[in-house]
T-cell receptor
Framework: GAGVSQSPRYKVAKRGQDVALRCDPI?????LFWYQQALGQGPEFLTY????????KSGLPSDRFFAERPEGSVSTLKIQRTQQEDSAVYLC???????????????FGNGTRLTVT | KQEVTQIPAALSVPEGENLVLNCSFT??????LQWFRQDPGKGLTSLLL?????REQTSGRLNASLDKSSGRSTLYIAASQPGDSATYLC???????????FGKGTSLLVTP
């Protein structure tokens, strides 16, 4: 079946621009995560949704980062006034269970590579 | 904060060898540990998930063990193949049970 889909695949933004990154999770998956992965590093947690509820946003680096999942399926990560340090791969993952991936594995998309110039 | 360390950072082996990747974590109060594979330019693929009450999980040529009390896990790959070349990441959950804390990964190269 279809996996987690992310778009765009690549995004180049000039410093100060706003960007929006989209994630289509696997149909029926309750949990949705956003992670940020810098070059040569493991992914870093940004935020977690259980259906449409954002239960944890403790990993968002600043108030320039905002995520939503209004109908409990598609999610958008928005970054306002992008900075060079925002350059990274942004990964979306979904999981079937409501325990946030505790009991069932996470399925990751291929990510959006954001480059801020 | 949960810290996850993976050793070695990189590994190169000839095809056919058995190999072990190591993962350690600082807080033993976890729900589960997962091993992932990441190919260049791709997302992560879940390989094995070990619940905290389990000692090991097996899938094909892969076997992962978990020693929760000592904060360690190993991923054993039998009869390695060039197609196994990738970065392998270990991750454990946090106190909230939502966020996964990842290591930096082990970059594996299997040469023909």
């Amino acid at each position: 079946g279809a996996g987690v889909s992310q778009s765009p695949r690549y995004k180049v933004a000039k410093r100060g621009q706003d960007v929006a990154l989209r994630c289509d999770p696997i149909s029926g998956h309750v949990s949705l995560f956003w992670y940020q992965q810098a070059l040569g590093q493991g992914p870093e947690f940004l935020t977690y949704f259980q259906n449409e509820a954002q239960l944890d946003k403790s990993g968002l680096p600043s108030d320039r980062f905002f995520a939503e999942r209004p109908e409990g399926s598609v999610s958008t990560l928005k970054i306002q006034r992008t900075q060079q340090e925002d350059s990274a791969v942004y990964l979306c993952a979904s999981s079937l269970d409501a325990g946030g991936g505790v009991y069932s594995p996470l399925h990751f998309g291929n990510g959006t590579r954001l480059t801020v110039t | 904060k949960q810290e996850v360390t993976q050793i070695p950072a990189a590994l190169s082996v000839p095809e056919g060898e058995n190999l072990v990747l190591n993962c350690s974590f600082t807080d033993s109060a976890i729900y589960n540990l997962q091993w992932f594979r990441q190919d260049p330019g791709k997302g992560l693929t879940s390989l094995l998930l070990i619940q905290s009450s389990q000692r090991e999980q097996t899938s094909g040529r892969l076997n992962a063990s978990l020693d929760k009390s000592s904060g360690r896990s190993t991923l054993y790959i039998a009869a390695s193949q060039p197609g196994d070349s990738a970065t392998y990441l270990c991750a454990v959950d946090s106190n909230s049970g939502y966020a996964l804390n990842f290591g930096k990964g082990t970059s594996l190269l299997v040469t023909p």
